[in-house]
């Protein structure tokens, strides 16, 4: 059993305590002054605005730096190209802790098109170019230039992303770690306060942050490997080169026969299974005293089978019960990640959640609006974590897949916190929830089987029998929310794992009589099996079920609501003719879709993964012979998703008859109930024919369809 670390509350408190807690954390030498400081003992970087309230991440680790007794400052948004600005607070004395914001630098500055954004909602005034394109190297490199002697930590979503080698779609490229192009002294990956306090304190008594190797969650350059220690290569886990099928998902690592895990191999025959099968000497070895050798960066970098091998490995070592360090070759150092943070208790949960949070903006904004802040004003967080397992999602390679939830106490108070102390309260809560509305206290039946657990989902291919699925927690919580005095209404705007849902109808109920306010929405994603399978989300049997029950809750709550479903396009695995026959259900169903998002490959994703390797990694991977993922890739595959998607707007009319056509699928094309889109109008004609005489016929076809003279995408040629 994995041993639970000192309380995160219980440490002695730093002498600067005396100076009491900040009304806000200070953004200038004035507001030093005022709260009689010299100097800041951690300056926190950011590319955000300040706003102090728990949904944002500079508040949340400078509140928890606060109450362990240090004075923290806070840089929000600094001109990278101005060293003065990276001063403005003096030399911090620990410190500087360096974070791009609550999304990653990229992900904030471009669209899935690789546009620039015009806007950011983390900023003052919603006005783009608030920070800079990965903004955790450049806000390092700046922090160095100030003062050479000053450590720096970095953390936030931007680097626990980018911790090893990754694919960045920006540049179209496998890049280093964020620690190697950083130059920082040492990474944090996850929710990062347990780790952040540990390194606080231990910097406060001299000890050198280079030499806090120990630290869970956390990742740094080593020049030598430590000597006794054993190194497992991963290959001898997952080995590129062979297909071997796979055990039981629920088979232990305390299993140590190889007997036994052959009896486990004929057993699941057709299991969809989705394990390592480690060799006898990785199994018997100390977890505590082994680390696992990924391929060297200049390795995965040249072959992609090898990069698909490196996210297996990856995904399989993210539980804390049974993670091990994990090292990779960078050139002449190496990047040695340790195990992920053991999650914090309910406890040190609400301690981080009840911190003197002002839940407003800093002042030196004034009235400008903050988008991201409006979001969530009147909104409570109630758990950290998400064990769907989605490969499009990074919550995963974030928060982990155990579930951290608040107690229901400490919830209630933060209610009646927002009612009293947040301005413009009307009685609306905008929502309780967190990465998952409904996976509140939904943890492994067994703490032992939940240490051992090396699955990547606990509800794919099928829910696991050692999860519970009683939502009865959650329920009692909404209703003793709504009991609160002055509070209206409760609405629950998180997504809905309505697979989870229909496990227990009573939550169903209870959702859809008092917290759906006319619309839910929930994220299907899909209807083909084959992109589903890629997704790691369930068919649309269970959808069906949810939206029976929806409705049936709906009418005997005497209420008129409708389910408004997200679909993903051009996701790694969905084929043109997936895309067509997700057109044709969204049709059938009467769907509109106004909004579509274009997959978008995020760092370290699986699905990002297969996006770069045309390959599944959620199967053992090979030399040559690997199934092949189609992804697409090119601007006018990508444009042919999402019109399908928007099959009910003239404008992706012609792209989408073009396409058709092409896919034999013309008979589709009509004004009849089972066609998809209309034929070509007089006008659309008339139109033609003018471009036609303006600037040749093909160039005119180019232009009207969207698409290339002969389209041969990557799909044909497979």
């Known amino acids: 059993m994995t041993e639970q670390p000192k309380a995160i509350y219980s440490y002695r408190k730093y002498w600067a305590e005396c100076f009491g807690v900040a009304p806000f954390l200070p953004m200038t030498r004035a507001e030093m002054d005022q709260l009689g400081w010299d100097s800041c003992d951690i300056i926190v970087v950011t590319g955000d605005a300040y706003v102090d309230h728990p949904s944002f991440g500079m508040a949340v680790i400078g509140r928890v730096l606060e109450a362990q007794g240090f004075r923290v400052g806070i840089l929000a948004q600094p001109d990278w190209t101005d060293k003065a600005s990276f001063q403005a607070l003096g030399k911090p004395n620990l410190f500087f802790g360096v974070t791009a914001g609550n999304m990653d630098s990229m992900i904030n500055r471009y669209t899935a098109d690789k546009r620039y954004r015009h806007d950011d909602a983390y900023t003052a005034g919603n006005v783009s170019g608030k920070r800079p394109d990965r903004a955790v190297t450049v806000y390092t490199q700046k922090c160095k230039e100030a003062y050479s002697d000053v450590p720096v930590v970095i953390g936030g979503i931007e680097a626990s992303l980018r911790r090893l080698a990754h694919y960045d779609y920006w540049s179209d490229s496998l890049r280093r770690s964020v620690l190697s192009d950083s130059t920082a002294d040492i990474l944090l990956f996850g929710n990062a306060e347990r780790a952040l306090i540990d390194i606080a304190h231990r910097a406060a008594e001299g000890e050198s942050i280079r030499d806090m190797t120990d630290i869970r969650g956390t990742a740094f350059l080593r020049k030598q490997m430590p000597q006794d220690w054993e190194e497992i290569d991963s290959t001898r886990l997952d080995v590129p080169g062979r297909l071997i099928k796979k055990p039981n998902p629920y088979a232990m690592a305390d299993e140590t026969d190889k007997s036994e895990v052959a009896e486990s191999i004929q057993r699941n025959q057709g299991a969809e299974a989705i394990t390592l099968i480690p060799d006898l000497k990785a199994r018997k070895s100390d977890p505590q005293r082994s680390y696992i050798r990924l391929p060297a960066y200049e390795q995965v970098k040249k072959d992609m089978a090898l990069y698909a091998h490196q996210d297996r490995i990856f995904h399989k070592e993210t539980n804390p019960g049974n993670a091990r360090a994990l090292v990779q070759r960078h050139g002449r150092n190496d990047i040695w990640v340790n195990p992920p943070p053991i999650p914090l208790t309910t406890e040190e949960l609400d301690w981080v959640f009840e911190m003197p949070y002002q839940r407003v903006p800093h002042p030196c904004y004034g009235d400008a609006n903050i988008p991201a802040y409006e979001m969530i004003r009147f909104s409570v967080n109630i758990m950290r974590g998400c064990f769907g397992g989605c490969t499009f999602c990074s919550i995963t390679e974030h928060e982990g897949r155990m579930i951290q939830s608040r107690s229901e106490q400490s919830i209630l108070t933060e209610i009646e916190n927002i009612r009293d102390k947040t301005p413009g309260f009307t009685g609306m809560i905008s929502d309780l929830g967190g990465p998952t509305a409904n996976m509140y206290r939904l943890n492994c039946k067994s703490k032992e089987v939940e240490e051992n657990c090396r699955r990547l989902s606990c509800v794919y291919p099928t829910i696991c029998s050692n999860l519970n699925t009683d939502h009865s927690h959650t329920t009692q919580l909404y209703r003793k929310a709504r009991a609160i005095s ?209 600037t040749g016929y093909q160039h005119a076809r180019t232009q009207h369809t969207g698409l290339p003279r002969n389209p041969k995408s990557r799909q044909s040629r497979h």
Do not use: C
Request: proline content about 7%; cysteine-free.
């Open 486 to 694: 002055g509070v209206k209404k409760i609405a629950i705007a998180s997504g809905l794992r309505y697979d989870l849902a229909v496990e227990d109808p009573e939550y169903v109920r209870e959702l859809v009589t008092h917290h759906v306010g006319g619309y839910l929405k929930i994220a299907p994603e899909h209807s083909e099996t084959g992109p589903l399978s890629k997704m790691m989300k369930p068919g649309m049997g269970t959808y069906d079920r949810f939206k029976a029950m929806f409705e049936r809750f709906s009418r005997e709550a005497g209420k008129e609501q409708y389910l408004i479903p997200y679909f993903i396009s051009a996701h790694p695995g969905s084929t043109d003719e997936d895309m067509m026959n997700l057109a044709l259900w969204l049709k059938q169903n009467k769907f509109r879709v106004d909004q579509v998002q274009n997959f978008y490959p995020s760092p370290m994703a699986t699905a990002s993964t297969m996006y770069i390797t045309e390959m599944n990694p959620l199967k053992p991977v090979k030399s040559a012979g690997n199934e092949f993922v189609f992804s697409a890739k090119t601007k006018e595959q990508r444009r042919l998703h999402k019109a399908f998607l928007r099959y009910h707007d003239p404008d992706n009319w012609p792209v989408l008859r073009q396409a058709l056509k092409r896919m034999g699928k013309a008979h589709l094309i009509g004004r009849g109930k089972m066609h998809l889109v209309p034929p070509e109008s007089g006008r659309e004609k008339d139109r033609l024919r003018q471009q036609t005489k303006r």
